[in-house]
């Protein structure tokens, strides 16, 4: 965001530091950070004194933004995925190319190259792992996608390998050091951008609602924050974003909560939002519409007696969800900005105002999307460890594939289980 | 190490017939005077790694004075060589409890040489909670390593224990919360003059938790498939080496690689094939013997590990065809092969072909930062590094090749997600399986009836 006021290298506040005596290579500027607003705005916001022509551009291109997410959902699944994809691909570029202007001034070859190589190789790594569980009767029908799937790691582990031997044969002897860092900031990047775009899939394919809310808590957070700061702001949060505020901190705190827990609500009726996202292999589409789970009905919560007198109602009918999307809220206001000061960090240790300028106002995609990534995979891990448990059809791909005796044993193990719990009547079965 | 050496010479006409091994302040001077002069531009103000001093003990030392420094060295590289060998053929036979602790404790060592590394160059700064943070980084992960793989092997253990299995439940979330903590630690230690110097940091820290930590971790699940798939890799990686530096010191003529100045293709080559003569043979013996092949199983009742089993497949002996042009040579139709060895062939080519690339990251690693060894912890050697950094690309693709080629998932974990799953999921799982099982006739068709 464009509050942290970056000058040039050497500003007056005495920002010199002392990393310009070590190795730790300098970003040279670039017309990255030059202004990209587009001319019909630039032409209608011409009378208006710069502090709040910048305002206006920010407005009219934050709902720009929303009105692009609300489309995208409209229009589905597929598009989803497709859209996280780019975001990803963006974001990668840009911490990419702030990498590539430092090794570029020394002519060194390869690492643009490398460096997409490696994106496409983790990339298939992932979408591989990701479309063998969710298209299983798709890809045993096909017989090149069977055989791509059976030796998936093999082949995904031997593209990499291929990469890494490229990079070991470019090292170039005055620049062996450069050429390490560069490979380093790759993987560093690869390892924040690629894995968490794909927990946000992940999340996606867990039922949209799981995709939209959370991104959402985020976007409120920050407007919430922001709007609190700007009214009510005086006791600064932390030295490294000046223009942070405790009041817009704990301002925001709470209307994110409250926001999210509204949405949740109003969310959690439509089975488009519900429902995890499911390919017909008969129709070859994604089809959202099931039964919604336990966590998507209404249910009666008993208020503490605290909260009875106040309120005068003995219960609330609830979704558990909207209890869920609490500590969702929580999790985004409290520790989510810690991921933008990660970013300003960034961008100060690297002397860069934005990542680049691709939205006018706001900066980069990697700008609008540094909070959303610790937001994705907490919401995976909490997912994973507080509402589902694993994934039906993928435990049955593996269970298909044990050796013959090893199913035989499980299926004992199953059978006893399963009678125990009562789900099959235990007197029908004989002497196995 | 002996790279660096001919480089010096080559340079420079420094009086070096001195101790290599002895890594002395003049020789890092005069290495710096040769090669910094060029390089200053582009690196500038390249801080200096303090060498640690020399580590051969006094024993030694006494025993091989008289000896001119060359061989001197070579005697103590090979003593060392040899010492390293019998206590890898110790811990194998102590089993593979002692083997996890030896792969941790090497794993551990790495990390703290590599960021030693790092920190040395960056000391001057007083950067505060580097070291504090790299360490907790890496406890976070191998708790989240050493969690999964415990949860999976130790499966009925856990289920006993009331707390274990709470931790087990939701053991996901308290890696990620407590990896979590770590990076709000460390944004809320940034310090103004040094944000970069803290990014790269962070960043190296990371990069050798990627390399480090998870590939020791394949090591550990290769281990549990059977020890033979432990033992087999590293030896091959270790002939590797010593056969490639055999055949180069004999027939060594064409440099392989500006990297590595004292590698040839003739060692390269020679290398490569008596690491397949050597890998079938050492397959040969290890494979008749059950304590190698059988996987790991932790026995619930005697609270120990125990490799007991039914050979798998690929341990016994078969019959193979020889083709036509291998019959007329020797004379011989079938040859009796366990099918490991074919294996072993394909683990053996990529311990020759690929795995040498891991040494010349390593080495490249070492003149970026202009150090010599790791460390200086074994004699002759250098740093636990120096050994290992061949072993880890290995490991990995023993793992990788293992997923694809030889094994299913694990069946203890299939059945612990079975039972974490809702009971209706379960029950449709089991007619799908009481379904295919009747389909491949492992069931009686009468088993429908429950």
Request: with cysteine; hydrophobic share 45%.
């Amino acid at each position: 965001d464009g509050d942290d006021r970056l000058g040039l290298p050497g500003d007056a506040e005495g920002e010199w530091d002392f990393d310009s005596k070590t190795d730790t290579p300098d970003v040279p500027l670039s017309t990255a950070d030059t202004d990209n607003t587009p001319e019909c705005l630039s032409k209608a916001l011409q009378g208006l004194p710069p502090r709040w022509k910048n305002y206006w551009i920010r407005g009219v291109l934050s709902i720009a933004m929303i009105s692009g997410f609300f489309l995208i959902i409209y229009m589905g699944p597929i598009t989803l995925i497709f859209v996280v994809m780019c975001v990803q691909i963006k974001c990668f570029h840009e911490i990419i190319t702030i990498g590539y202007r430092v090794y570029h001034s020394y002519d060194l070859p390869w690492f643009r190259t490398l460096s997409w190589y490696f994106l496409i190789c983790v990339n298939y790594f992932f979408y591989g792992e990701t479309v063998a569980d969710y298209f299983g009767a798709l890809v045993q029908r096909e017989e090149p996608l069977q055989f791509l799937a059976r030796y998936h790691r093999f082949i995904s582990f031997a593209s990499y390998l291929a990469g890494f031997c490229m990079f070991v044969l470019s090292l170039v002897k005055k620049h062996y050091r450069l050429q390490f860092y560069m490979f380093a900031w790759t993987h560093v990047t690869l390892l924040i951008v690629v894995t968490q775009s794909h927990l946000v899939i992940q999340n996606l394919f867990e039922g949209m609602i799981w995709f939209i809310v959370p991104i959402s808590i985020v976007i409120s957070n920050d407007i919430g924050a922001y709007l609190f700061g700007f009214f009510f702001g005086r006791t600064p949060l932390i030295k490294l974003s000046p223009k942070k505020t405790w009041e817009g901190f704990i301002g925001g705190y709470f209307f994110t909560v409250v926001f999210g827990f509204l949405l949740a609500h109003f969310m959690s009726q439509f089975q488009y939002f519900v429902c995890p996202v499911e390919f017909n292999s008969d129709t070859n589409r994604f089809t959202v519409e099931c039964e919604p789970s336990d966590l998507f009905v209404m249910q009666e919560y008993t208020l503490p007696a605290g909260l009875q007198n106040t309120l005068k109602w003995k219960t609330v009918n609830l979704y558990p969800f909207t209890i869920h999307s609490v500590f969702l809220s929580s999790f985004a206001s409290l520790i989510g900005p810690f991921g933008g000061f990660f970013a300003s960090g960034f961008k100060r240790a690297f002397k860069i105002k934005d990542f680049a300028s691709t939205i006018p106002g706001h900066g980069g995609i990697m700008d609008r999307f540094d909070c959303q990534y610790l937001m994705a995979t907490f919401t995976h891990v909490y997912i994973g460890s507080f509402v589902r448990g694993p994934n039906p059809s993928k435990v049955l791909q593996q269970l298909l594939m044990l050796q013959p005796e090893q199913q035989l044993s499980i299926f004992h193990t199953l059978h006893s289980h399963l009678r125990e719990s009562g789900m099959l009547p235990p007197a029908a079965t004989q002497a196995e | 190490m002996t790279e660096l050496r001919h480089r010096i010479a080559k340079d420079t006409e420094p009086p070096l017939q001195q101790h290599p091994s002895e890594g002395s302040d003049s020789e890092l001077k005069a290495e710096k005077d040769g090669l910094s002069d060029s390089e200053s531009k582009v690196d500038s103000g390249v801080p200096e790694v303090p060498v640690p001093p020399d580590d051969t003990p006094e024993v030694l030392n006494k025993a091989l004075s008289g000896l001119s420094s060359r061989w001197k060295n070579w005697w103590v590289r090979g003593i060392l060589t040899l010492a390293m060998i019998s206590f890898f053929f110790i811990i194998i036979y102590l089993g593979p409890m002692v083997l996890m602790m030896i792969v941790l404790c090497v794993q551990i060592k790495c990390f703290h040489e590599i960021i030693t590394i790092g920190y040395s160059v960056y000391h001057s700064y007083d950067l505060p909670w580097f070291r504090t943070l790299s360490w907790y980084f890496l406890l976070c992960v191998n708790y989240f390593f050493y969690g999964e793989t415990v949860t999976d092997y130790f499966f009925t253990l856990v289920q006993r224990e009331e707390p274990l299995r709470i931790l087990s439940k939701y053991h996901r979330f308290i890696s990620f919360a407590l990896y979590l903590t770590g990076f709000c630690m460390f944004v809320l230690s940034l310090v103004k003059k040094h944000y970069r110097l803290q990014f790269y940091m962070f960043g190296w820290t990371h990069v050798t938790l990627l390399i480090v930590v998870t590939q020791s971790h394949l090591i550990i699940h290769n281990l549990f498939e059977g020890m033979i798939w432990f033992i087999v890799p590293i030896s091959c990686v270790i002939c590797n080496d010593i056969m490639a530096y055999m055949f180069g010191f004999f027939f060594g003529r064409t440099p392989l690689i500006k990297l590595s100045p004292k590698k040839t293709w003739e060692g390269f080559i020679g290398g490569l094939f008596a690491t397949i003569v050597f890998g079938i043979l050492l397959s040969y013996v290890m494979a008749s013997c059950r304590y190698f092949v059988c996987p790991v199983e932790f026995n619930n009742d005697s609270n120990s590990f125990q490799v007991d089993c039914q050979p798998s497949e690929l341990f016994q002996l078969q019959d193979y065809t020889l083709p036509s042009v291998l019959e007329s040579i020797t004379g011989w139709t079938t040859v009796r092969l366990y099918p490991f060895q074919i294996h072993s062939i394909a683990l053996s080519s990529f311990a020759s072909i690929v795995g040498p690339f891991g040494g010349f990251f390593a080495s490249g690693f070492k003149r970026a930062f202009k150090i010599k060894d790791f460390a200086n912890t074994i004699p002759g050697h250098g740093g636990i590094m120096d050994r290992f950094d061949c072993q880890y690309l290995m490991a990995t693709f023993v793992n990788v090749y293992i997923a694809s080629f030889i094994r299913g998932p694990n069946p203890s974990k299939v059945i612990q997600q079975l039972l974490a799953l809702r009971p209706d999921q379960q029950l449709h799982i089991f007619n799908s399986l009481k379904a295919h099982l009747i389909e491949k006739g492992l069931l009686p068709a009468v088993e429908a009836a429950a």
